[in-house]
């Protein structure tokens, strides 16, 4: 599987941490099953959003991507999720980045102007199929950060490029089409198909991805290598603070480094997983309050398999994790054990 991580210029938020938690359930759950699972999470260390975090505080964006990630790293750990198999960085990706232009280019899939290399969406069969969305839809929400509109050369409105030239201090590297650096969608195909070929069993990240990196990627990925690049695509919804969406450019982030602070992080890994996956909701402090009495009922039950498979197949059904961790609610309160339930889904 293969699940779109951070673009390392900030601390990790709860919404970071709530897809995270999902892929890591469900990983879980796969090798509970006798699977064995290999889970790539890649970070995008050179983009736009990046490069103007790094000019604004004056420092080398790859210095602060490292402390970024770093901080990243524990709290993740700190949340107990399992090791991934590979964290690629696109930085690490350039030369499989312009392979899979190259291949594009082969295949009458991008062009090149103004010094710039653009995807042509229109070449690809069955482009927008994975959003829903109609072309009218997606210029609605173009362009979406991470994206320029300002390019050189764009033939259509839905055109993303594939090599950008890079301004006067931005990183650049060479291409026979000229200096530059990569596009934010062709990274993340590049890095999947390096890492774990096509096609890909799953594919996830935020719903916010749905459109335009996972529908641009997709395309890049099938016009170059001529087949399909993912069996199934998993999506993780929104987190929201006051029926707004929790992100940077709203200002209304809660930050896991700051709640592991004064909250145990199991608890907040709790308070996080106590929703489904595909339905949106409400970050709230109180939420703590509630999953931090519950993890002390948990804990108090001691070892034991009670509930063990009322989770497996809430768990199955889904990933209902809510389900899942209601049933251990239950044999908790009987004063069974549930120290195995609570493996299952990540509880220490």
């Known amino acids: 599987m293969y699940v779109c991580g951070i673009t390392p210029y900030?601390?990790?938020?709860?919404?970071?941490?709530?897809?995270?938690?999902?892929?890591?359930?469900?990983?879980?759950?796969?090798?509970?099953?006798?699977?064995?699972?290999r889970c790539v999470r890649n970070v995008t260390d050179v983009d736009d959003d990046l490069l103007a975090r790094a000019r604004s505080a004056g420092v080398h964006y790859l210095d602060l991507s490292a402390r970024a990630l770093v901080a990243f790293g524990a709290d993740l750990h700190a949340l107990g999720l399992l090791p991934?198999?590979?964290?690629?960085?696109?930085?690490?990706?350039?030369?499989d980045v312009r392979s899979v232009i190259g291949r594009i280019l082969e295949r009458g899939g991008g062009y090149t102007a103004g010094g710039n290399v653009f995807f042509?969406?229109?070449?690809?069969?069955?482009?927008?199929?994975?959003?829903?969305?109609?072309?009218?839809?997606?210029?609605a929400l173009s362009p979406q950060p991470g994206e320029r509109s300002d390019l050189a050369g764009r033939r259509h409105p839905l055109d993303v490029p594939l090599w950008q030239a890079s301004d006067p201090g931005e990183p650049s590297w060479s291409a026979r089409w000229g200096r530059g650096r990569p596009g934010w969608h062709v990274?993340?195909?590049?890095?999947?198909?390096?890492?774990?070929?096509?096609?890909?069993?799953?594919?996830?990240?935020?719903?916010?991805?749905?459109?335009?990196?996972?529908?641009?990627?997709?395309?890049?990925?099938?016009?170059?290598?001529?087949?399909?690049?993912?069996q199934h695509w998993m999506h993780v919804a929104m987190v929201h603070v006051d029926g707004s969406k929790m992100s940077k450019s709203a200002g209304n982030l809660a930050f896991i480094?700051?709640?592991?602070?004064?909250?145990?992080?199991?608890?907040?890994?709790?308070?996080?997983?106590?929703?489904?996956?595909?339905?949106?909701?409400?970050?709230?402090?109180?939420?703590?309050?509630?999953?931090?009495?519950?993890?002390?009922?948990?804990?108090?039950?001691?070892?034991?398999?009670?509930?063990?498979?009322?989770v497996r197949a809430a768990l199955d059904e889904d990933l209902a994790i809510p389900d899942a961790m209601a049933a251990i609610d239950a044999a908790a309160r009987r004063g069974h054990g549930v120290s195995e339930a609570m493996d299952l889904i990540g509880v220490r």
């Open 257 to 310: 480094g700051e709640l592991r602070r004064r909250c145990d992080p199991m608890a907040i890994r709790l308070a996080i997983l106590d929703h489904h996956y595909r339905q949106p909701w409400d970050w709230d402090e109180g939420l703590l309050e509630t999953a931090s009495a519950r993890l002390s009922m948990w804990r108090s039950t001691g070892t034991g398999r009670s509930a063990l498979d009322e």
């Open 187 to 230: 990274e993340c195909a590049a890095l999947a198909l390096r890492e774990l070929g096509a096609p890909i069993d799953l594919h996830g990240g935020g719903q916010d991805l749905v459109y335009p990196h996972h529908e641009c990627e997709s395309a890049m990925a099938e016009v170059a290598t001529g087949g399909t690049f993912v």
């Open 120 to 139: 042509d969406v229109t070449t690809a069969p069955g482009f927008g199929r994975l959003s829903g969305l109609g072309a009218g839809g997606m210029e």
């Open 84 to 95: 991934v198999h590979s964290e690629p960085r696109a930085t690490s990706g350039i030369s």
């Open 10 to 37: 900030d601390a990790t938020h709860v919404g970071h941490a709530a897809t995270f938690l999902v892929f890591d359930v469900l990983q879980r759950r796969l090798r509970d099953l006798g699977l064995r699972t």
